[in-house]
């Protein structure tokens, strides 16, 4: 069976892209929700520090706070307390210009629920990555990422005649587009299968071995695996930080 | 079931979040429906306000006046009344002089002189009350006259003050007032029209009357009012036969047959079908805006109810959302509906009060005609959700729940939206993309707007219709000689009488042209047209008519509607009924005459005729109208001053006071359309808005997710406006398209058979076309703006959250 992703597929960030740096520093972050009479806490105190091209996984179980810690590191939410940096800028005392423009050119981010433009086909929306972020060549670009992700194929199509699995690999290749040296991607292998989800992990892993800083979020502990660096959340704490139980595992290795 | 209590609590977070939506949406509703229900209205109350006023200045029922001239012993016509055998149904009379005029009014810098007349009245009546509107009345004893109201209205004239009258005679007035038969003024005789600012009315006390006339203890009319159920007509023939048996020729009318009474009450007719079209117009595009908004908020929801139905529940309950929705719009429309309505009346009431001041005006709410626009505002945005809703309940659950399947249907253009690559960023395909993706809202967006467009250019077509005819018949009136004067003699005249002489020979005068001005009628293949007849000079004269088809000397030249309606062009023949005179005085003839050509004119029944051509119609050499222009240095006013008094001269008018008299004859229509124009404009940019903040709404998820790209605010907010302005250029060119069809039908179908003495060729200016494009595409356009703030302010993480 001819495997959906191909194998000898670059990464498709050159690491020139992330001389600007990719730090993550988070010092005691939390955030919290007022509900009327009920506050949330989504995080609390949360001491994060992230290098440049590292893989990390970030694990908890539903509810934990994972998706938070994402939006705060991507600058689209602000914490109620402490101070995250992301590439050098202090995103605490941040305009909304400022965060705009490092959501633009420094993030990149696949969401949860994909978020996927019904409007444009699959290679446009991808394109539309490559394009707010300034690429040259985007529609190029937007091609090879998209067959990157083994969906040369499907370029035409509207997400609306896309399966769950396929368009979660356009929400991939279209943060892939972007060229941001960090990417965010929040339960990126959901909706896939087995053979999918590891041959997009391994498409992770080598933006990050290529320079990109990967957060990858999950509550899939086998996927953390693969991880070099497995943060824990719990309640919206960090309750465990470090490799893999066991190192870090080959991809070849996972199995769920 | 337990869910009753969460649908409504659901119902209820709906309205929390959207009732700007709900209020504005309503307020659409609100306009169509109160501004129909003022417009049509107002034909009740203006009813009931004639009938009151007629009533309560005790109109007669029958007036007998003798022929021009004539006058008998005060007594002599009421003593006649008591002799015919309906005598036992005639319960008041009273006797009457009313003599021709000049009124002289003119105050320092400005100056007043035109024809009228002078009614003398017992100084209390018991038939025809003579209503003071400010000053005092007629007195016994008092010789004070009072001057007739809008007259005096117009002139802005004080309670008091002194007046002259034919002869240069000073009489002091002392107060303003109205008589039933002088409720309007309009249509002088002999094609001439004049209204309040051209014809002055003087109520006098009998004694003054008669003394000004020189002829006292003479009268010359007398007014009667019947018992309920007495036959008019009989009386009236009854009265004219007895005193043409005492020698005093006359004519008697019934009430039905004034002109006054007549028109007032045919006006009402007349106008409420154009005001059927203008508000028709209105409620057609805030119905279909109406509905089509709320088909649009509903679609939104289909998912849910997808998701729903795919839970099981039973469609009704699902519906109870929707419906909702479109009760709370239907609740409020119909109330504000009430003010709108209110609002409306009042200021088309004042309208009224201020063009045609009756002593009563009544002005009910017209509960009745509101009730069925209200119906129908109640029943439209149900029916708006209704449909969406049953479409929603039909498709498989399945379908409903797949992401963007619904948002997404009906492509067929797909294939067409691949094509549609436009240059640029991904993002600049996005407006056109998701124009095309969903049609169907597309389209009833760009409708919604169309509709309102469309009013906008078919009220103010109109309204450019009404203002080129009369800019046109400016400009033909004043081909040459602008500044001449239309001299009218009391009676027909031969072209050598002194009269005649005193006038052109006058030092004021520069040049003058001899007219004959007569009524007759054309006829031809079975249809019948009244005509003025001006029988003039075709080849020199002062001034010429543009005519178009052969020699205007061949025959006579109508205007272009005349022969339109005739059915003849230039060369056919016609046949002409028309006056004669001849030694045994005037009498009535047929004559055939060649159509020689048409003038473009716009009043249907002005046609020429040359001079040459007069005798077969034994009109040759003969005047009534002398058309005079200024000596060197002698202005217009000087010139009419110098004429006025001159012995037979009826009147004298700038040749510029017809159209004049034209534009204010028009005054209610112009007015009305003004009201009209203003709330098809709010119509439009409350329809703009609600699209724009729906659009909005539907594509938070969309916008959100762009932010979290960094891309701009102000990127987002172009895609929104260009997708907007595409909309508007759509719906305007929609709009534009019907409101010029719309325009030629009400302008040349219905206007026509309204106004059918008036021609006008349907217009839409430029200007109209502008003031669409910039609202329709402009200010549509722009309305995302509205929605800066709400983008600003947008929570991005919790937008993207939701699944959908
Ligand atoms: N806008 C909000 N208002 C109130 N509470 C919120 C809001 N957003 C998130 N929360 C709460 O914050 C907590 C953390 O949410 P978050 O989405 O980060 O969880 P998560 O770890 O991503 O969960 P999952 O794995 O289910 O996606 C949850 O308890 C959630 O209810
Ligand atoms: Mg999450």
């Given amino acids: ?256 | 079931m337990r869910t009753r209590g969460l649908f409504l609590r659901w119902t209820a977070r709906d309205l929390r979040r959207r009732w700007l939506l709900v209020a504005a949406i309503a307020l659409v509703l609100a306009l169509g429906t109160g501004t129909y229900a003022a417009l049509i209205g107002s034909s009740d109350w203006r009813r009931e306000s004639n009938d009151r006023s007629f009533a309560l200045l005790r109109m007669h029922d029958v007036r007998m006046t003798l022929s021009e001239g004539l006058t008998a012993d005060a007594g002599v016509l009421a003593d006649a009344v008591t002799r015919i055998p309906q005598a036992g149904q005639v319960q008041d009379v009273a006797e009457r002089l009313v003599v021709p005029t000049l009124v002289d009014v003119s105050g320092p810098g400005e100056q007043v002189l035109v024809p009228g007349r002078i009614v003398g009245m017992p100084v209390d009546p018991p038939v025809d009350l003579l209503h003071v509107t400010s000053g005092q009345g007629l007195r016994a004893g008092d010789p004070a006259v009072v001057l007739e109201r809008s007259f005096a209205d117009y002139y802005d004239l004080p309670d008091a003050g002194t007046l002259r009258v034919a002869g240069n005679r000073a009489v002091s007035y002392a107060g303003h007032g109205q008589l039933p038969e002088y409720f309007a003024i309009a249509g002088g005789g002999g094609g001439s029209f004049t209204t309040e600012a051209g014809f002055g009315v003087v109520f006098a006390p009998l004694e003054t009357a008669q003394q000004l006339a020189g002829a006292p203890g003479r009268v010359n009319e007398v007014v009667l009012r019947l018992a309920p159920g007495a036959d008019d007509e009989e009386v009236a023939a009854a009265l004219e036969d007895e005193l043409a048996g005492r020698g005093l020729a006359g004519t008697a009318v019934v009430k039905g047959e004034e002109v006054v009474y007549r028109t007032l009450y045919e006006d009402i007719d007349g106008d409420e079908q154009f005001w059927r079209i203008i508000a028709g117009l209105l409620l057609a595009g805030a119905a279909f805006a109406t509905f089509n908004l709320t088909t649009r908020v509903v679609e939104a929801q289909r998912r849910e109810i997808g998701i729903g139905m795919a839970l099981g529940l039973p469609r009704w309950r699902l519906a109870i959302r929707p419906l909702a929705l479109g009760l709370q719009i239907a609740v409020v429309g119909v109330l504000l509906g009430v003010v709108v309505g209110v609002v409306t009346g009042r200021l088309f009431g004042g309208l009224f009060r201020s063009l045609l001041p009756l002593p009563v005006w009544e002005q009910a709410f017209p509960y009745a005609t509101y009730l069925q626009a209200a119906a129908l505002g109640f029943l439209l945005p149900l029916l708006g959700v209704a449909w969406p809703t049953w479409r929603a309940v039909r498709v498989e659950p399945v379908e409903a729940i797949r992401v963007g399947h619904l948002a997404a249907r009906g492509t067929r253009l797909a294939p067409l939206l691949r094509r549609i690559a436009l240059p640029g960023r991904s993002w600049h395909q996005m407006p056109v993309r998701n124009l095309v993706r969903t049609p169907r809202r597309t389209v009833l967006t760009a409708l919604g707007i169309g509709a309102a467009i469309a009013t906008l250019v078919t009220v103010f077509g109109i309204l450019d219709s009404f203002t080129r005819t009369l800019d046109d018949f400016d400009a033909e009136t004043t081909t040459s000689a602008p500044d001449r004067v239309t001299v009218q003699f009391t009676d027909v005249l031969p072209e050598d009488a002194p009269q005649v002489a005193a006038v052109s020979a006058a030092p004021q005068v520069g040049g003058s042209a001899a007219t004959l001005l007569v009524e007759g009628t054309a006829r031809a293949g079975g249809e019948e047209v009244p005509l003025a007849l001006s029988v003039r000079d075709m080849a020199g004269g002062l001034w010429r008519p543009t005519v178009t088809g052969g020699d205007p000397a061949d025959g006579v030249v109508l205007s272009e509607v005349a022969a339109r309606d005739l059915g003849v062009a230039p060369g056919d023949r016609v046949e002409l009924d028309h006056p004669q005179r001849s030694a045994a005085g005037v009498t009535r003839a047929t004559t055939e005459v060649v159509v020689a050509g048409t003038h473009p004119g716009p009043i249907r029944a002005v046609a020429y005729l040359d001079r040459s051509r007069a005798a077969p119609f034994g009109m040759a050499g003969l005047v009534n109208v002398l058309e005079v222009s200024p000596a060197g240095g002698v202005t217009q006013d000087e010139l009419t001053r110098a004429l006025f008094e001159v012995p037979g001269v009826a009147s004298v008018q700038a040749a510029t006071a017809v159209t004049d008299s034209f534009r204010e004859a028009l005054g209610a229509f112009t007015s009305v359309l003004g009201v009209a124009a203003a709330i098809t404009l709010l119509l439009a940019l409350l329809i703009a808005f609600n699209a724009t903040s729906i659009a909005t709404d539907e594509r938070a998820r969309e916008h959100a997710t762009m932010f979290a790209f960094g891309l701009p605010r102000r990127a987002v907010l172009a895609m929104s406006m260009v997708e907007s302005a595409l909309i508007g250029l759509l719906g305007t060119g929609a709009g534009v398209g019907l409101g010029y069809l719309l325009t030629r039908y009400t302008v040349e179908v219905q206007l026509h058979r309204t106004l059918p003495e008036f021609c006008m060729p349907a217009v839409v200016s430029p200007t109209t076309v502008g003031v669409a494009l910039a609202l329709g595409v402009g200010a549509v356009a722009l309305t995302p703006l509205v929605t800066l703030r709400q983008l600003g302010r947008m929570d991005i993480p919790a937008t993207l959250r939701v699944v959908e």
């Avoid at chain 1, 007022?34 to 105190?45: F, S, W």
């Avoid at chain 1, 629920?113 to 707010?132: H, I, K, M, R």
């Avoid at chain 1, 719990?234 to 290795?253: I, K, Q």
Wanted: hydrophobic residues 45%; without cysteine.
């Fill in chain 1, 1 to 256: 069976m001819a495997h959906p992703l191909r194998q000898d597929a670059r990464p498709v960030v050159d690491a020139s892209t992330t001389a600007r740096g990719s730090r993550i520093d988070l010092d005691g972050v939390s955030r919290r929700y007022r509900v009327g009479e009920v506050t949330v806490t989504a995080l609390e105190q949360v001491d994060l520090h992230v290098d440049e091209a590292a893989f990390v996984v970030i694990l908890g179980p539903s509810g934990s706070g994972k998706t938070t810690l994402l939006n705060l590191i991507g600058a689209l939410d602000v914490a109620t307390e402490g101070r995250v940096r992301v590439a050098g800028q202090d995103l605490t005392a941040a305009s909304r210009v400022e965060r705009a423009r490092l959501r633009r050119h420094t993030v990149s981010f696949v969401f949860q629920s994909f978020n996927l433009f019904p409007g444009l086909t699959a290679l446009e929306n991808v394109q539309f990555g490559a394009d707010v972020a300034g690429r040259e060549h985007p529609r190029e670009a937007a091609a090879a990422t998209l067959a990157e992700v083994g969906l040369e194929a499907r370029a035409a199509h509207f997400p609306h005649q896309l399966s769950g699995g396929e368009q979660q690999r356009v929400a991939i290749a279209r943060a892939l587009a972007t060229g941001n040296p960090v990417l965010l991607a929040d339960e990126p292998t959901g909706e896939l299968d087995f053979r999918t989800g590891v041959a997009i992990l391994e498409l992770l892993r080598r933006q990050a071995e290529a320079g990109t800083t990967v957060l990858v979020v999950t509550h899939n502990r086998e996927i953390a695996r693969v991880a070099d660096r497995v943060v824990e959340l719990s309640s919206g704490h960090v309750v465990g930080d470090g490799p893999p139980p066991g190192g870090r595992a080959p991809v070849s290795e996972l199995h769920w």
